[in-house]
């Protein structure tokens, strides 16, 4: 292996148009001396000084919070690995260990282990990062790029032009919407950033299966009939009714149409009923079903390839939920909350809804910080501050009134995980039950946490103009990442460091740190994902110690004792997350790879209507230059949580007017977007759209 990251390096400062096959070459002869001479002729041709045929120590400041998720093994008890090798506390954890073999390096961790990024970089930057060799962690990319600018870090575009990295620079010219999201102001990049799994579904809904059916389908089923007050008003009413060509047809697999017989609302049904509690209000959607669809059973309203659900009639299924506690908990709870967010850090989850009130914009990409859309000019817009916005967070108050969302998440001090909670102490002593959360596949739908969990197809809603079925929540680049220091390496160190970076990037490399080690993975086996591609195949040993000491979260246990996954510069792939997916999860990958639901990518495809810039993400980070970043710092303030929980506090209080003393509770838009006004939106707006229009002249 270090054969082939030095010559692929070697060789692509002379053939960096046959960069591939160049590494081929390199890698098929690895092992003689023919090749390694070979290796040492093209060094000395080229000019090229990288070698790693003496030992380079390299130190690390990465940085995620959190002291589980360092290059140092922090658990107490030893990992014993398959051959034998035993972890223990302090050490490199074992992916790092390989690393630094393969690179004929000596790694040093010296990151405080359990520090913020925001804290290291502020730190760190006093000594111009004079501490380590390379420097990483979550949500600094943007620091990253600004002190790059300023000469801090190394300019790896001068890298990868005199023959570094090839591997990564041939990543990027495959991948031009990447490379742009990472160039700063000034043309340059310098970080490597972590890469989600790009062109892939982010998070989308899963729900209790038998709640639906058990209310819908159930013969004879003994309703509650405690009273139900109700808030929501409805969407789809008056001028906006769901008939004809205003989404009385539509399609949510090729092949399948899905006909609403008529123009009523479910909402404006369950608010008439004279009586409200859970039977009333359950039989009456019922009926509604029956009178509008075809549908062989009610629930097929809400499950499988067939479901063709609106926004309304999602409300109206959660307050037959709320309604229903005895029923659906088997006499176990008082009480069940149909909505929730997996804590409430994740609280803004609950702002995606926006999406099908008509396609109303909020994030620009799988980021609570990308809070920017692209209008059909091309110009950046801040979305919370939007009209828009404000109606949902006015639909959302709605429901909170009604007791449809979870609300212990709107305080940012509780900490307690909400998923594992209201799915997984079903048999517990005090259980607590919730219905549907908007969170990944694979977790949600794991055994062990709940066996009922199923994907649902998202409501169908008019979205760019169009009818159709869409998540605003494509995977994104991230803002994390890692960068070389320059004030903190010699020459040496550099050329390692970038050999290190671009090892990530190599096949080798991108199997390590998305699977783990050669000997977790069964040799010469793979298996198939729901998307018919092939991929790496674990060994027995890797699920069985991860059901040991990490509960069967395999991605915990790749992260935390063996390394792996860690967010720094590299491009995740999708094959870890679909074999870390239950037989539950993996039908809900194929429910909607199969279906005609669309999702935001960096390309920007999808049906055409009113803005052909809608389904484009934002990029995860802007690269503004020392006076634009004093220009944000000195005149805006919309960069706080405080303007969260201003946004919070319409949710939580407008339609039950139960507002504290001193909560500011916007009662127009007028007065909502004064108070983004006040916090500099102009200023902040303008700003940022020139930091976008350099990035896209950069594209150009």
């Excluded at 001396?33 to 790693?52: I, M, V």
């Excluded at 200023?683 to 950069?698: F, N, S």
Aim: charge should be negative; aromatic fraction near 12%; proline fraction near 3%.
């Amino acid at each position: 292996m270090r054969n082939k990251v030095a010559g692929g390096i070697l060789c692509a400062a002379i053939l960096a148009s046959a960069l591939t096959g160049c590494g081929t070459s390199v890698v098929d002869q690895a092992s003689t001396r023919a090749a390694e001479e070979t290796q040492q002729e093209t060094s000395e041709a080229a000019g090229d000084k990288t070698d790693l045929t003496e030992t380079v120590e390299l130190k690390f400041n990465i940085a995620n919070g959190n002291k589980s998720r360092t290059m140092t093994y922090n658990q107490e008890s030893p990992l014993t690995l398959p051959d034998g090798t035993v972890v223990t506390a302090g050490m490199l954890k074992p992916m790092w260990s390989y690393m630094e073999k393969e690179l004929n390096s000596k790694f040093s961790d010296v990151t405080v282990q359990d520090v913020k990024s925001s804290d290291m970089i502020q730190i760190e930057s006093t000594s111009n990062f004079s501490g380590a060799n390379i420097f990483g962690g979550e949500s600094i990319a943007e620091r990253l790029m600004f002190y790059g600018t300023e000469g801090k870090f190394v300019n790896l575009t001068e890298m990868m032009k005199t023959g570094y990295m090839p591997n990564f620079k041939e990543y990027l010219s495959k991948n031009p919407d990447v490379k742009t999201a990472i160039t700063a102001y000034d043309g340059n990049i310098y970080h490597v950033p972590y890469i989600a799994e790009l062109n892939q579904i982010a998070r989308t809904f899963v729900i209790r299966e038998s709640w639906v059916t058990g209310l819908l389908d159930a013969e004879g089923a003994a309703y509650d009939k405690n009273p139900f007050d109700v808030h929501y008003k409805g969407f789809y009413v008056e001028n906006n009714r769901r008939t004809g060509e205003n989404g009385g047809t539509v399609t949510p697999k090729e092949g399948i149409d899905i006909v609403k017989k008529t123009d009523q609302d479910i909402i404006e049904i369950q608010n008439a009923l004279e009586v409200k509690n859970g039977e009333t209000l359950t039989r009456a959607l019922i009926q509604y079903i029956k009178d509008n669809y075809g549908y062989s059973s009610p629930s097929e309203l809400f499950l499988g390839e067939k479901a063709a659900y609106d926004i309304d009639e999602m409300i109206a299924l959660m307050r037959c939920i709320k309604a229903n506690p005895a029923l659906l908990t088997k006499g176990k709870a008082d009480v069940v909350w149909p909505l929730f967010v997996r804590q409430s850090n994740y609280r803004e989850d609950l702002l995606r809804l926006s999406t099908y009130f008509d396609g109303v914009k909020v994030h620009g990409a799988d980021s609570y910080t990308s809070r920017w859309y692209i209008d059909e000019n091309g110009h950046i817009q801040y979305s919370y501050s939007e009209e828009g916005v404000y109606n949902v967070l006015q639909y959302l108050s709605m429901m909170e009134a009604e007791g449809l969302i979870y609300s212990d998440a709107y305080d940012l001090t509780e900490k307690t995980n909400y998923r594992s909670t209201l799915w997984g102490t079903d048999d517990g002593e005090a259980p607590s039950f919730g219905f549907m959360t908007y969170d990944w596949i694979a977790s949600s739908t794991s055994d062990s946490l709940n066996p009922d969990t199923v994907v649902i197809l998202p409501p169908v809603a008019k979205v760019n103009g169009a009818w159709q079925y869409y998540l605003d929540n494509g995977r994104a680049i991230k803002p994390d990442g890692w960068a070389v220091s320059v004030a903190g390496s010699t020459d040496d160190q550099i050329h390692r460091a970038c050999a290190v970076m671009d090892y990530l990037f190599t096949e080798e490399g991108s199997r390590l740190q998305n699977y783990g080690l050669p000997m977790n993975l069964e040799e010469g086996k793979d298996y198939a994902g729901p998307d018919g591609l092939k991929y790496p195949l674990f060994t027995s040993w890797v699920y069985e110690t991860s059901g040991k000491v990490a509960k069967g979260d395999l991605s915990t246990f790749l992260r935390d004792w063996l390394g792996c996954l860690i967010p720094i510069g590299y491009q995740k792939e999708i094959g870890f997350e679909y074999q870390y997916t239950s037989e539950r999860g993996f039908e809900g990958w194929a429910l909607l790879q199969n279906s005609t639901t669309n999702f935001a990518t960096y390309a920007g495809k999808g049906v055409s209507g009113d803005n052909p810039n809608y389904y484009k993400m934002v990029p995860p980070v802007f690269s503004l230059t020392s006076r634009q970043k004093e220009t944000i710092s000195d005149t805006t303030s919309l960069d706080t949580e405080d303007i969260v929980e201003f946004m919070f506090n319409i949710i939580r209080y407008q339609a039950k007017g139960n507002a504290p003393q001193g909560a500011v509770v916007a009662k127009s838009y007028e007065e909502y977007t004064e108070e983004f006004k006040k916090r500099g939106l102009d200023i902040y707006e303008e700003t940022y759209q020139a930091a976008y229009d350099v990035m896209k002249l950069d594209k150009q």
